[in-house]
């Protein structure tokens, strides 16, 4: 009897994960709608927390988590959600984006802030030298940590407010797929995070975005449940203050 891979349902999980963004972006309030501002404050409360630990939250995502997901497929459903409440910014078109490319955006914009200098992505073939060091070390870090470690979330959550605090968009569909796949044998999403961040034009030659490369490794599993544990890193980094993620005070 063959055993099911995530690498076997690729449709089911990519639709799973439109389905599911999208019922999160239902909750921003626009111009146009209403949206549920306490269904976000609630989600909210998962940030630093193992999936289903907040009841509070349990109300608003168990009624958007796409029908007959396994349960070791739920955690990156929930912290997904967490994150997106806190930055809740859809993301513009259907143009498909890692995580570390958006991360490689925030570094050269601080980059360009912090030696004073005007300059746009692709001006040479050096711009990897003008990355903002306090960025890409937090990047590195968020590369090295293990799902079912303590500061796999920690470190996401940093950057993710990181991003909030430039306005730099996040691709939430692709950021769901790849933490779906973070535990893969082979680190196939920790690589194209780290190729779109130092080497953006790899891209050209690379497959589609919302299959990863590399696909056929034997082993592939999917990550483990455990995301809990919130403290903070101490980093050390001279000029590298965190914004404030504005959980407290939520209602």
């Known amino acids: 009897m063959t055993t099911e891979t995530p690498l076997s349902r690729p449709a089911t999980r990519e639709n799973n994960a439109w389905t599911f963004v999208h019922r999160l972006e239902a909750l921003v309030p626009t111009p146009e709608h209403e949206g549920d501002r306490a269904a976000l404050a609630a989600l909210r409360r998962g940030l630093g927390k193992a999936p289903g630990d907040d009841l509070k939250m349990l109300p608003y995502i ?9 349960p070791q497929e739920e955690p990156p459903y929930y912290l997904t959600a967490s994150l997106f409440a806190l930055y809740p910014v859809a993301w513009p078109g259907t143009k498909p984006q890692t995580f570390g490319a958006s991360m490689r955006s925030l570094a050269l ?19 990897g030298g003008r990355l903002d060091k306090p960025v890409e070390r937090r990047f590195v870090a ?10 796999f979330a920690t470190h996401l959550r940093h950057a993710v407010s990181l991003l909030k605090s430039s306005d730099t968009r996040i691709n939430w569909v692709q950021l769901l797929l790849d933490l779906g796949a973070w535990g893969w ?28 490369p590399n696909d056929g490794e034997a082993g592939d599993s999917l990550p483990n449940d455990g995301e809990a544990g919130d403290s903070l890193p101490n980093d050390g980094e001279a000029g590298d203050s965190l914004p404030n993620d504005g959980e ?3 209602a």
Do not use: C, I, T, Y
Not at 142 to 151: F, I, K, M, P, R
Not at 186 to 198: E, I, L, N, Y
């Open 109 to 127: 914009n601080q980059g360009a802030a912090r030696g004073g200098a005007s300059m746009k992505e692709g001006d040479d073939e050096q711009d």
């Open 62 to 70: 168990v009624r958007m988590l796409p029908a007959h997901l396994r």
């Open 142 to 151: 968020l590369l090295n940590a293990d799902d079912d470690g303590e500061s």
């Open 248 to 250: 407290a005070g939520d």
């Open 185 to 212: 044998a082979g680190r196939p999403v920790q690589r194209r995070w780290a190729q779109d961040f130092w080497s953006p034009r790899w891209k050209d030659a690379a497959p589609a975005p919302n299959s990863l």
